[in-house]
């Protein structure tokens, strides 16, 4: 995602009120955690945590971009989104994922994605908007 | 819930169907795209070459969200896009033109005609009968509000607030853009089946005559000369049936140049990627 995304919601000109990301609807499933995840689940989640936005020092997950994780025998399968459709990262992040969710020890990952419901910075978790103001982002 | 979940669910008559759509929807955007990113460093100001760009990138991102569906179905990029004959694709013509030398009121006229369009399109595929169709829709609407409002500031300026210059090249743009912006709605193959499968739940009739409702006044609120259009000369060639003009068949090499040069057998793939 690139930074101009959050401009909105610190400056509140008429000219930028389009790109004023805050102001997306919460979601009720969202964002999705892993919290009650356990056993290799669980694991996946650990490794999902660990990475990071090509862009931002903040981890996808508390960024709000993965909609689901599951293992069936053995196969990881991981649902997720990017914060716009023409994301250069897009192949470099779903690689970054399928490798993690890998060295979790499953013996075969899948990441796919989906758009609805569309992401906003209204699925950033508390974590990660503490991340993004770090950074120096006016979230 | 959708009727078809996924691929499995598609006999091959609805296969052809859908994939005529999705081709149709996703050629439109990746070649405007490439008309768009001509400006690159040209752009009449640092923030319209920006903001041009940006709506370039976007116009990308969405052609893939369609290839990627088309890729579900079994096809690789490069049957999709660097090796498929230019005469196969199936965009309309109003995106293919050349860009008049230097004429950014074509490049904004062009983009508020084709992203009118758009938006109405993507409305009649909000309840599509192809599952992942609907789940890509509401990402594309939310992106493309801007693209319209970018270009309307654009219009205002050049020929509602403009000097005569800038409002003749508009006036001028719209004759020579009209005709081929007729055939984004000029019916495609598959047309049919596309309606009746649900893929796409209005007709290219009602889309035009929603489209002409919004764009005729507007444009004649700047005081501009609207071709009428049911008089005006239809082109000769319309793009959906993979019939182009000249313009088209010279962008297509340019763009596919680099990767015919590299004599690349597949397009790059990360290091670690399939891993």
């Keep these: 995602m690139s930074a101009d ?15 004023d990301y805050s102001s997306g609807e919460a979601h009720e499933q969202y964002p999705k955690t892993g919290e ?22 903040v981890s996808i997950v508390d960024l709000g971009l993965i909609y689901d994780v599951r293992v069936v025998d053995d196969v990881a399968h991981v649902e997720m989104t990017l914060t716009y459709t023409g994301c250069p990262a897009r192949d470099m992040i779903l690689n970054d994922v399928r490798c993690a969710a890998l060295a979790a020890g499953v013996a075969d990952a899948e990441v796919t994605l989906r758009y609805s419901p569309p992401w906003n910075v209204e699925m950033v978790t508390e974590d990660g908007k503490r991340d993004l103001r770090e950074f120096g982002l006016s979230v | 819930m959708s009727q078809f979940s996924g691929p499995s669910d598609l006999g091959d008559e609805e296969r052809d169907a859908l994939e005529a759509l999705l081709f149709r929807m996703a050629d439109d955007e990746y070649v405007a795209a490439e ?3 001509e400006w690159q460093i040209y752009a009449p100001t640092l923030e319209s070459d920006l903001a041009l760009a940006n709506v370039a990138q976007d116009e990308y991102g969405h052609a893939r969200l369609w290839y990627d569906l088309l890729q579900d179905l079994g096809y690789e990029e490069e049957e999709l896009i660097w090796e498929r004959p230019p005469e196969e694709w199936t965009h309309a013509t109003l995106v293919e033109l050349e860009t008049e030398s230097g004429d950014w009121a074509d490049t904004m006229l062009r983009t508020y005609l084709y992203d009118t369009a758009e938006q109405l399109r993507m409305e009649a595929i909000v309840d599509s009968s ?24 654009w219009l205002d300026r050049l020929a509602d607030e403009g000097d005569e210059e800038s409002f003749a090249r508009v006036q001028a743009a719209l004759d020579r853009l009209f005709p081929h912006a007729l055939t984004l709605f000029a019916p495609g193959p598959h047309e049919e089946d596309i309606l009746e499968f649900g893929f796409r739940t209005e007709t290219l009739s009602d ?13 004649e609120s700047l ?11 239809p082109v000769r060639t319309t793009g959906r049936n993979g019939d182009h003009t000249d313009d088209w068949f010279d962008l297509y090499e340019d763009f596919t140049a680099t990767y015919r040069q590299l004599d690349f057998d597949k397009p790059t793939t990360l290091r670690g990627e399939g891993a």
Excluded at chain 2, 137 to 152: C, I, T
Excluded at chain 2, 207 to 219: G, K, S
């Design chain 2, 223 to 233: 005081g501009l000369d609207v071709p009428e259009p049911d008089e005006v000369e």
């Design chain 1, 36 to 57: 009650s995840a356990t056993g290799v689940e669980r694991k996946v989640w650990d490794a999902l945590y660990e990475v990071e936005d090509p862009e931002m020092p």
């Design chain 2, 130 to 153: 192809y599952a992942p169709v609907c789940d890509r829709v509401g990402k594309v609407l939310a992106e493309e509000s801007y693209h319209r409002e970018h270009a309307q500031n």
């Design chain 2, 207 to 219: 889309l035009r005559t929603e489209w002409l409702e919004i764009v005729v006044p507007y444009l």
């Design chain 1, 5 to 19: 995304e959050f401009e909105g919601s610190e400056f509140e000109s008429e000219a930028c009120a389009y790109t």
């Design chain 2, 35 to 37: 008309r768009y990113i």
